[in-house]
C-alpha cells in the first residue's frame, strides 16, 4: 500500500476509534452528578437532586470544575483506551509522544466546551461571535443546540438536563 494510502486508512481509523471513545464517553461514562453540575458557578449555582436519596445540594464554582474536570478525565481516559486497544487490533503502532498530545488536545478543548458558565463560557461566546446564538440556545423538543455545537469542537454535550 502506497505510504499517502496507508496513512490515510491510519487516520480514519483512528478518527473512527476516537469518535467512537467520546460517545461512550460522554453518554455512557459521564456520570449524572458530573453531567449536570459540570456547568455550576457561584453567580449560577445549581441545584443537583441525587436520584437515589432525592436529597438537594446546590453548587457553585468549585463544584462545577471538578465536575467538569472528573469528566474530562474519564472522557479523555476513555478514549485513549478504545483507541489504544483499537490501533493494537489493528496492527497501527502509535508514536506514544503524539498520541498523548492529541488526547492533550481533546481534554483541553473538551473542558473549554463542557464548562458552560451563562455568559461566561468559550462555546456560547464563539456561537455568539460565529452568529450560531439560537441554535446555542435551542432546547426545545429534545434538541440541545449547545450540544450540537459542541460536538463540532469536541464532540460533546453540557449540563442542561434536556440532552442529559
Given amino acids: ?3 499517502a494510502y496507508r496513512n490515510a ?3 480514519a481509523a483512528l478518527l473512527g476509534l476516537t469518535r467512537t471513545a467520546s460517545k461512550i464517553g460522554d453518554f455512557w461514562v459521564q456520570d449524572d452528578f458530573s ?3 459540570k456547568g455550576a458557578s457561584d453567580d449560577y449555582p445549581v441545584t443537583y437532586v ?3 436519596t432525592r436529597e438537594k445540594t446546590v453548587h457553585g464554582t468549585a463544584d462545577g470544575r471538578k465536575a467538569c474536570l472528573h469528566h474530562c ?3 479523555t481516559a476513555t478514549q485513549a483506551i478504545l483507541a489504544g ?3 493494537r487490533a489493528l496492527g497501527i503502532r502509535l508514536h506514544p509522544g503524539a498520541a498523548a498530545a492529541a488526547l492533550a488536545v481533546s481534554f483541553s ?3 473549554l466546551a463542557d464548562r458552560r458558565v451563562p455568559g461566561k463560557g468559550v462555546l456560547e461566546k464563539l456561537a455568539a461571535k460565529t452568529g450560531n446564538t439560537m441554535l446555542y440556545e435551542l432546547a426545545d423538543a429534545g434538541m440541545n443546540g449547545a ?4 460536538i463540532l469542537c469536541t464532540n460533546r454535550g453540557g449540563r442542561t438536563v434536556s440532552f442529559v
Fill in 1 to 3: 500500500m502506497p505510504h
Fill in 50 to 52: 441525587d436520584p437515589h
Fill in 35 to 37: 453531567a449536570r453540575i
Fill in 73 to 75: 478525565l474519564t472522557y
Fill in 109 to 111: 478543548t473538551h473542558y
Fill in 9 to 11: 486508512a491510519v487516520f
Fill in 147 to 150: 450540544f450540537h455545537l459542541d
Fill in 85 to 87: 486497544l483499537g490501533a
